[in-house]
């Protein structure tokens, strides 16, 4: 009680909230890039994305839900706009390059970009999910523009 008339009396009343404030529990790391491990979609789920073909419904891609949808589609430049399948498979492959001066972009590089970009879009969920399904899903077409590999640990 006496460390509360202290604080109460000299009015250092935030000295007394620093006595009885309980200790934050430290947060999760952010999230700091693509990494195909935090990808909480089931196998089934995206063995079927890779199966089927690409309808331009963007509900389609995995780990997209409504707030990613909307976020996608809510652009104030028409041109920022991605509003189906097509558009988002077409941004993924512009963020391939540009390969200048000697300097290729490759797998592990593209993935961050396109990581980032689903970041920058405010998109906060499922993002490694929505990387590992479009280059994936790229890579069947396109073989070696993804490399899984790259995320293999090194302790195996």
């Given amino acids: ?14 000295e007394f909230t620093n006595i009885i404030k309980p200790q934050k529990r430290q947060a999760k790391m952010p999230e700091t890039g693509y990494d195909p491990k935090r990808s909480r979609v089931s196998e089934g789920t995206m063995a079927d994305f890779q199966r089927a073909t690409i ?5 389609e891609v995995p780990g997209l839900g ?15 706009k991605v509003t189906n399948t097509f558009q988002l498979v077409g941004k993924f492959l512009m963020l391939k390059g540009p390969d200048e001066d000697g300097h290729k972009v490759e797998s592990n ?3 961050q970009k396109f990581w980032h970009w689903l970041a920058e879009k405010g998109i906060s969920s499922h993002r490694s999910a929505i990387v590992l399904a479009i280059a994936e899903k790229m890579n069947t077409m396109m073989p070696g523009i993804y ?4 995320y293999d640990d090194d302790e195996e």
């Avoid at 409504?66 to 920022?80: F, G, W």
Wanted: proline share 7%; hydrophobic share 30%.
């Fill in 1 to 14: 009680m006496a460390d509360f008339q202290r604080a109460t009396i000299s009015g250092a009343t935030q």
């Fill in 55 to 59: 309808s331009g419904d963007l509900n």
């Fill in 109 to 111: 590089e593209h993935m």
């Fill in 66 to 80: 409504p707030a990613a949808l909307k976020k996608l589609q809510d652009a104030p430049d028409d041109d920022e």
């Fill in 147 to 150: 490399d899984p590999s790259d």
